[in-house]
């Protein structure tokens, strides 16, 4: 299959990118780190303005009507900076849930209410509970709205993880569907990390001067670099291949979406651990902004399913 975003895809990213460019995301994420969410939610905000909270919500509730192709080219750009929040549960999993059990919330969504999900056993925990204003908790098939209990210990600070219980049953809702559109956006999500370590890294590696020449002169940080490049782009096709089978409603879609969230996890993992690399041990420190991106990678490499459980489905399908 011969695919390749058009315009619109290529002008909706840049105008994502322009608008979290200007936000000063380290910042903002360090805030949310800290429990003050406020700078975040403001960022939120403007993404609502533009459409993105929106995205698949159809145009009767206030949503763009958008389909997976639009989802994957939003959320790598969030990926790329990091944005703090529940990003997956926002975007792609709470629109799945409430368009079956509860289309009336849906326009809330749309304009800018932050939803998290917690599914067990596969999703244990909400994500950032408590900054959002909808909590849901899946059992099965059933939607329930969700009060929000303790918080547990997350890798990453901006993505704190919280237990939820059932408060009032919603309705049924296609559970399965929305857990493949949470998997297909944290693979987006996972991409975008990866191009912004591979960006942080390269420029640090023309700056970081040994011996008097830059590190980045050196034939293996070369090959390393390269490798992590060859490998993000390895994995975008198989991004794009998912959304396209989610689109058209292909039998392969949830094979599809499985083998981006391994492809693009393993390519931001391979990223993350090149920049620790290039870097040293500065790349270790919490006031180096690479570890805001290196702690995202690492959380995400297991939300919306392991990468074990990934691969046992794409196994499952040959």
Same mark, same amino acid.
Not at 41 to 60: C, F, M, P, S, Y
Not at 181 to 201: D, F, K, N, P, V
């Given at each position: ?102 289309? %009336?919330?849906?326009? &809330?969504?749309?304009? =800018? +209410? !932050? *939803? @998290?999900? $917690? ?54 809702? %296609?559970?399965?569907? &929305?857990?493949?559109? =949470? +998997? !297909? *956006? @944290?693979? $987006? ?63 392969? +879609? ?65």
């Amino acid at each position: 299959m011969r695919f390749a975003l058009d315009s619109s895809h290529t002008d909706f990213a840049d105008s994502i990118d322009s608008l979290l460019a200007k936000s000063d995301m380290p910042a903002v994420i360090r805030s949310w780190n800290a429990g003050d969410t406020a700078p975040g939610l403001k960022v939120w905000q403007r993404l609502a303005e533009t459409g993105v909270n929106g995205l698949i919500i159809d145009e009767a509730h206030d949503g763009l009507g958008a389909d997976a192709i639009d989802l994957v080219v939003a959320v790598e750009q969030l990926g790329r900076h990091a944005v703090p929040g529940p990003v997956a549960e926002t975007i792609a999993v709470a629109p799945v849930l409430l368009a079956g059990a509860a289309p %009336d919330r849906l326009s &809330a969504l749309a304009e =800018g +209410a !932050l *939803a @998290t999900v $917690a599914a067990p056993p596969r999703v244990p925990f909400a994500v950032d509970a408590n900054a959002v204003e909808l909590a849901l908790l899946v059992d099965g098939d059933s939607v329930s709205t969700a009060t929000v209990g303790d918080e547990h210990g997350s890798v990453d600070q901006a993505r704190k993880l919280f237990s939820v219980t059932a408060a009032e049953t919603l309705g049924d809702a %296609d559970t399965e569907r &929305a857990f493949d559109m =949470g +998997a !297909l *956006a @944290t693979a $987006a999500q996972l991409l975008g990390l990866g191009r912004t370590m591979l960006e942080i890294s390269t420029e640090y590696a023309k700056q970081r001067k040994q011996f008097g020449k830059a590190i980045g002169s050196q034939q293996s940080i070369k090959h390393h670099l390269a490798n992590v490049a060859i490998g993000l782009e390895m994995a975008r096709p198989l991004l794009h291949g998912a959304a396209l089978s989610v689109r058209d409603g292909s039998v392969d +879609a949830r094979r599809d979406i499985s083998a981006a969230k391994v492809a693009c996890g393993d390519a931001a993992y391979r990223a993350s651990r090149i920049a620790l690399q290039v870097h040293g041990a500065i790349g270790y420190t919490q006031e180096h902004d690479l570890s805001l991106w290196l702690t995202k990678t690492r959380a995400l490499l297991t939300a919306w399913g392991t990468p074990s459980v990934h691969r046992a489905r794409v196994m499952e399908s040959l």
